[in-house]
């Protein structure tokens, strides 16, 4: 049987434990062995040296591994059978420029790695913490990690609670479980057992570890600890939510595999064709028509595997973050970023994400008037404007008597900004003050026009529900009461209206219409009162014989209000197509008046599902609604990971929002957990993808803009990166399959390109321009799209695209090749030709990739740091053509000037047919009159 519904008598019987002694210290000793200690368990952490290991498993690498060990196969046979050092040497160069290319790429997934999540340290802050506890019917402070179940603690305003317990005794206890409910609001506590399966936030009779006592004091019983308490339960959720990997990882290992099995395809054809040939030449098979071959066989390895792929990726991702840090958003997990231009549906918190986690007044009732109270949250600026400005009767006495029954406090920080302190409830009635004039310690002064003493407090208790002061104003005395409107209501005999006094029974109608009126708006309502007294009352009259025949002066009704900004970023998401769900602690008439304020939802009946509801269904129900639903209440964290689960079977993208512990398991589920940077507790940010720094929703929206710009650019360069690599490929088996005799000086088995030549192009001349277009502006209607289908690859709609101009490339650089061959070059030239058609072809072919149409379409000069990418890649590949260093290692030869011109310009020429051709297409196709179409790029068909 569950704690909160027993007799707390029957509690410490079932716990075999004794309200006056406690537990013995043999005892406590005994359940602590059995029990362990009140601490919360810590994942298992992957070593370091397993963490690099395994980016060494990727299917990109294994093949370079195994170009390596041809490289090696080859020097080795060049050096102890051919006697051939040089040819060797070679081989070893490209061994090393490969192996190097592998570690600096696991290097750079080592350290994405080691960014691992620390949410259960950040959980174990309660390792230096002490309770007070009875043993051995002595009252003694240990360490919380000793504390077992049966332990009699006690507790008073302002400790943590270190474990979870079931109130036996509390005198005006409050206490703030916002790390468990998400909600700010304090919790009076009482020690009745409770029907029902009551949810976390409604179980008035026990306290939670982690929460904090705000008032009063209390005695319970632990009745669990560790991994068994409510917080432990959000610690085992974190422990059992696997990591998921982002759209973008997933699209590249299934992009990887498919290039490992060809590239290996392609090595084995390479090579058994090279035989077949040197069969048909030879009519014998010798090592050293196998060495040759191998030459060819690496080149080819390494042509068919992106080899800049990990290292660019992870730079573009890099300057999205940077991007996402100018807007306030600070990205932890880089693949993350891409995800955000996927998210689907934003299922958030509403306390402290969708408001502000500031009680404020928002309107309030006075001398028969209502009134608007502007601005939000805990800074006292706004006016007060009343309803009707024809009737403005004054609500001065309503004031005075709300900040002067209050013993709440702003005080502005060492940033200027107004920190609260005391009661939530109570600090929204002193900043309403502070916009009216009116300030507590103002008025109390001596210095001032008014001579008002405060003689007697009478705290709030849960049973009479109201909190007064007894004042001496000027020789008069007067209590003061606030407290529920139906409660006070029942102690009241006239109401202020108008600056006359009607009894209530003819203002008892208006009043409860305010009252319904706010309640409709999502309000609290709070009642202030008034009693005229003598001064024997007032110094020695009970609290029951003070708190009645009350003159009421008014109602306030308070909210944690809506962050001003979030309606409109809520706005701009559902033209994204981007769905917002609101989750929830609060009640559900609350919840609905919030969500239809921001427009999460446009009908004032629209469905709201609660905890209880949502326990009772099971998977596939919620399944089915999930789509439907935008508001949830009155949730636990179980159901907030239920919802983000039902929402990601539906295939959608999650994004989720919060700021306290009990969002974080949902956080660590959902495809990108977002938190609070300025509110948002140390175990949240730790689960969490991204960190709004200005706890600001717009910065979610501008996050989601940043992620589908940098998605739209990563397609880009990897439009760029393939098209460059089946160009490579292409050349060489042009090589392979068409040359079959020598041509002057070259041999018939010579490779169009040398291995350090492809990897110079992929690793320079390919590379720098790829990091450039990282830093490529969005198309304008970016956030009118809809999502990207993530099950989609990222390749979808550009392989035609890729294929063609990869042909036309290749094509163009086996013909240099052999052109150059046929006029009397020598085979360092013949293929330094090559490599340089190469690197100018794919140098104007990036101007095109960054569009999803044309070049024509997209400002070459709106793109500096392309600018300089292309420069300094055309320039360095020159100088390794010239340089005597490099024409040993990478086998490249000097050329004449107007050879150098014609590598630099003939290039281009299928770069600009190509598009004008695209262009021409458009201009042509049926009902698009040549008009430019903004769309996405899965939406553009290709025509090339």
């Known amino acids: ?62 093949i370079l591994f195994i170009a390596v060990g041809l490289a090696w196969a080859s020097a080795g046979y060049d050096f102890f059978v051919r006697d051939d050092p040089a040819h060797g040497m070679a081989a070893v160069y490209e061994s090393i420029a490969i192996l190097l290319l592998i570690f600096i790429n696991a290097g750079l997934s080592f350290w994405q790695a080691k960014s691992a999540q620390k949410s259960l340290d950040a959980l174990k802050v309660m390792a230096d913490h002490h309770a007070k506890v009875l043993r051995d019917s002595e009252w003694e402070t240990v360490p919380a990690s000793q504390l077992v179940p049966g332990d009699i603690v006690s507790v008073k305003t302002g400790d943590f609670i270190e474990a979870d317990v079931r109130w036996l005794h509390v005198a005006e206890l409050q206490t703030n479980e916002a790390h468990l409910t998400g909600e700010a609001e304090p919790v009076q506590k009482q020690t009745h057992a409770l029907d029902g399966d009551a949810q976390v936030g409604d179980r008035t009779n026990m306290g939670f570890s982690g929460a904090t006592v705000t008032h009063g004091n209390g005695l319970g019983v632990v009745v669990a600890t560790g991994m068994q308490s409510e917080l432990g339960k959000i610690a085992t959720l974190l422990n059992q939510v696997e990591t998921k990997k982002t759209p973008i990882e997933r699209t590249i290992a299934a992009l990887s595999k498919k290039l490992m099995i060809v590239a290996i395809i392609i090595v084995a054809f390479t090579l058994i064709l090279e035989m077949v040939k040197a069969v048909q030449q030879t009519g014998t098979l010798s090592f050293e028509v196998l060495a040759e071959s191998l030459s060819t066989a690496i080149a080819l390895a390494v042509a068919a595997i992106p080899d800049a792929l990990p290292a660019v990726l992870s730079i573009v991702l890099t300057i999205g973050a940077t991007m996402l840090a100018k807007n306030n958003g600070l990205i932890k997990s ?17 306390t402290g994400t969708l408001t502000r986690n500031q009680m404020t007044v928002t309107r309030f ?23 009707d400005e024809d009737d403005t009767p004054g609500f001065t006495r309503f004031m005075l008597a709300s ?101 209530i029974a003819e203002g008892r109608a208006a009043v409860e219409h305010q009252v319904n009126r706010f309640a409709e708006q999502a309000l609290r309502t709070l009642a202030v009162a008034v009693r005229d007294i003598d001064e024997a009352l007032a110094l020695h009259g009970t609290t029951a014989q003070l708190e009645q025949h009350l003159t009421l002066l008014g109602i306030a009704g308070i909210i944690d209000p809506p962050r001003p900004e979030v309606r409109q970023s809520v706005k701009e998401l559902h033209q994204a197509g981007i769905n917002v769900v609101m989750i929830t602690g609060d009640h559900a008439v609350t919840a609905r008046a919030i969500a239809l304020k921001l427009g999460i939802v446009t009908d004032p009946n629209a469905r709201v599902i609660e905890g209880k509801q949502l326990a009772a269904m099971d998977d596939d129900t919620l399944f089915r609604l999930a789509p439907d639903i935008r508001v949830y209440a009155r949730v636990s964290p179980e159901h907030k990971q239920r919802i983000v689960h039902a929402l990601q079977r539906q295939g959608e993208t999650v994004a989720m929002t919060g700021d306290g512990i009990n969002d974080a398991p949902a ?26 720094l200005d706890d600001q929703f717009t910065t979610i929206e501008n996050s989601v803009r940043a992620g589908r710009t940098i998605f739209a650019n990563i397609k880009n360069f990897m439009r760029h990166e393939l098209t460059t690599n089946v160009a490579e490929v292409l050349a060489l088996l042009f090589g392979v399959l068409l040359m079959t005799q020598p041509i002057g000086q070259v041999a018939a088995t010579t490779p169009t390109l040398t291995a350090l030549m492809v990897l110079w192009v992929n690793m320079v001349s390919d590379a720098l321009p790829s990091f450039a277009l990282g830093y490529d502006v969005p198309e304008a209607d970016l956030m009118h799209r809809p999502p990207r289908n993530v099950k989609q690859s990222i390749l979808s709609g550009v392989l035609t695209r890729i294929f063609v101009r990869g042909t036309v490339m290749g094509g163009l650089v086996y013909v240099a090749f052999v052109w150059g061959a046929a006029s009397g070059m020598s085979a360092g030239q013949a293929q330094t030709l090559a490599f340089l ?38 320039s360095a590949s020159l100088l390794v053509t010239l340089m005597p260093f490099f024409n040993e290692v990478m086998g490249t030869a000097p050329l004449s000037t107007p050879l150098y011109a014609a590598v630099i310009f003939l290039p281009a020429i299928p770069t600009f047919i190509l598009s004008g051709l695209k262009e021409l297409y458009w201009a042509l196709r049926p009902g698009k009159g040549g008009k430019s179409q903004s769309a996405s790029p899965n939406e553009i068909p290709e025509a090339d």
């Open 334 to 350: 880089l693949n993350s970023v891409e995800t955000l231009g996927a998210t689907s549906y934003i299922a958030s918190d509403k």
């Open 837 to 874: 058609t190469l690197v100018f072809g794919q140098l104007w072919h990036v101007f095109d990739a960054r569009s999803t149409r044309t070049l024509f379409r997209r400002n070459p000069f709106n793109n500096p740091r392309l600018l300089m990418a292309v420069g300094f890649a055309a």
């Open 1 to 62: 049987m569950n704690p909160h519904n027993e007799h707390k008598a029957d509690v410490l019987n079932r716990l075999h434990t004794n309200r006056s002694t406690g537990l013995s210290q043999q005892e406590a000793a005994a359940r602590l062995s059995e029990y362990g200690e009140n601490a919360l368990a810590q994942a298992k952490q992957t070593p370091a040296w397993k963490q690099f290991l395994l980016s060494l498993k990727e299917p990109l690498v294994i």
């Open 667 to 692: 956080l660590r589920a959902a495809d990108i957990g977002i938190a609070m940077g300025i509110n948002g507790t140390e175990v949240t940010k730790d689960a969490a993808d991204l960190i709004l």
């Open 403 to 503: 900040v002067l029954n209050n013993d709440a406090a702003i005080q502005a920080d060492e940033d200027g900004r107004s920190q609260p302190y005391g009661n939530p409830t109570d600090v929204a009635l002193i900043v309403m003050g502070h916009k009216s004039g009116v300030d507590r310690d103002t008025v109390l002064n001596k210095d001032q026009a008014l001579d008002i003493d405060i003689i007697r407090e009478l705290p709030f208790d849960s049973e009479r529900k109201m909190m007064s002061v007894v004042i001496k104003d000027a020789g008069r005395y007067q209590v003061l009461t606030k407290g529920a409107p139906d409660v006070l209501l029942a102690k009241t005999d006239l109401i202020e209206d108008h600056g006359k006094m009607i009894p």
């Open 365 to 387: 009732y006075a001398n028969g008037a209502s009134y608007v109270v502007e601005g939000d949250g805990y800074e006292p600026v706004g006016e007060i404007l009343p309803d």
